[in-house]
């Protein structure tokens, strides 16, 4: 197994990644996005929230939300979600198409 020596990489800055000084300015008057995004084949929304930094993904199947998230969603997570809500609502039909017998009313007789 080959071992890395940290002193060869040390001098060497790194381009890729963020130095610890750096600092990121917040506008709170700047329009956040909103358009939609795909990830993989799933369309994912952004919402803004209300006086905040953060922005709210919600999966869509279609026109139906199948979840929200503050983070970026992968897709797996997109396809896990629409997956759920697709299975919810297969079985919400078939709790409800049996119909309900009729509950007996117990007369008393007066005497």
């Known amino acids: 197994m080959h071992r890395i020596n940290a002193a060869q990489h040390a001098g060497i800055p790194r381009r890729d990644t963020l130095s610890p000084r750096t600092v990121a300015r917040y506008e709170r008057d700047r329009q956040l996005p909103t ?9 994912v929304m952004r919402r803004p929230l209300v006086d905040g930094v953060y922005i709210e993904y ?5 026109n139906t939300i199948a979840a929200k998230q503050i983070s970026i969603p992968d897709e ?7 997956k759920r809500l697709r299975a919810a609502t297969r079985a919400e039909p078939e ?12 007369i008393r007789e007066a005497s």
Do not use: E, N
Not at 35 to 43: A, E, F, M, T, W
Not at 76 to 82: E, F, G, K, N, R
Not at 95 to 106: D, G, I, L, M, Y
């Open 35 to 43: 358009s939609p995004i795909l990830v993989g084949k799933h369309v």
């Open 58 to 62: 919600l999966i869509m199947d279609g």
């Open 76 to 82: 797996p997570t997109c396809a896990d979600a629409i």
């Open 95 to 106: 709790k409800h198409s049996r119909p309900q017998k009729p509950r007996a009313f117990r």
